[in-house]
Structures are given as C-alpha cells and as structure tokens.
C-alpha cells in the first residue's frame, strides 16, 4: 500500500491543464473499472454487487465468486478462535455474502488476544497496518483528484472526488480500530 501511495506523489506533479491535455484519451478508464481493484476491495471483505456491475462478465463472475466466499477477515477471525479466543458461531458461520458488521463480543475478544496472545496481536496489527494504507491511499486519491479535475464528473462516470471522499473512513476491519480506545 505504501507503494501505491508514492506513486499519487507522481501524479500529483501534474498541473490540471497538463492532466486535462490528455484526460480524454483515458475514455472511460478508471480505478472505479478495475476489475482487480474489485478483486481486493473482494478479498478484504468489501460486499456491494454494485462495485461488479459494470465490468465485462469475465471479470464480474470472479468479482463475485470472491464476494461470496470468507473475506481476509473472516479468516482472520477464524485464526484468533483457534488460538483459543470466542468468536461467536453466527460471526463464525456468517453467510460471506453479506457485509459484515462490528461486533462487540469479537472485540471483546481481540482485546483479550491482544494482552495474552503477542503472535496473535502482531497479525491483527499487519492487518490494521493494510487498513490504514488502504485509507490513505483513498485519501490520497480524493486529494490528487481535486488538485486535478476539481468537481468534474470521473474518467468512468462517477461523480469524481465527491464519490471517492464518500468512501473515506470506512475501515475494512472495523472491530481492529474499535478496540482502540478500549485498551
């Protein structure tokens, strides 16, 4: 992540008019398509169909198949229970379509494998390490835009750095940063 937000440092070296000299030769590119942006929203646990709907079908089908499957946290999840720790079964058993939602008795015991558990800790905080570059890299993102193409509708159709700041502060791994304040 850390790589991907260095290169925003390049990008941001442009100047609006050299970006918009060539912004129409992007057509419609952009992250927003990136099947393989998907892909990893997929895998660390985002679920909104909506993010595959515009992409050829080839890539949609696998957007979804990994929408539909146990996301990096829900395995995560599943290693601190082996470690010994209470996961409940309906976090546990969850239906890996949906979203999942922050749940206190997980937090209740993240708090508890973060005091006894050093190993089981420094994983948790590698993962708090891929959520945080995730959200800069985002923030990043709305800020390069905005120095950019100001409020102009995206390369691929969206409303541009108004729906890049809405997904801001969303953290994939929501019990990790609850915990927080809790120690």
């Known amino acids: ?15 609006p008019l050299q970006f918009n000299s060539f912004r129409d ?23 909104d169909t909506r993010a595959a709907s515009h992409l ?9 198949k990994l929408m539909n499957s146990r996301s990096l946290w ?23 379509s949906q979203p999942y939602e922050a ?22 905080e590698r993962l708090v390490d891929i959520d945080e570059g995730l ?4 923030y990043r993102h709305v800020k390069m835009v905005e120095r ?6 995206g390369t691929g159709g969206s409303s541009g750095a108004d729906y890049l700041a809405s997904t801001l502060f969303k953290p994939v791994f929501p019990d990790l940063w609850e915990i927080r304040s809790k120690f």
Request: charged letters at 25%; aromatic letters at 6%.
């Open 74 to 96: 829900d395995s995560a999840l599943k290693f601190v229970h082996s470690r010994g720790f209470a996961i409940p079964d309906q976090v546990l058993g969850r239906d890996f």
């Open 148 to 153: 950019t193409i100001g409020h102009k509708t």
């Open 56 to 64: 050829l079908a080839e890539d949609k089908a696998r957007v979804e």
């Open 103 to 124: 749940n206190s008795d997980v937090q209740s015991s993240l708090l508890e494998l973060h005091r006894n558990d050093p190993e089981g800790s420094l994983i948790c």
């Open 135 to 138: 959200q800069e890299w985002r």
């Open 1 to 15: 992540m850390k790589i991907c937000v260095a290169q925003i440092d390049i990008l941001e070296t442009m100047t």
């Open 25 to 47: 030769r992007l057509g419609a590119s952009s992250g927003f398509q990136s099947a393989q942006f998907r892909e990893v929203e997929a895998i660390l646990g985002r679920r």
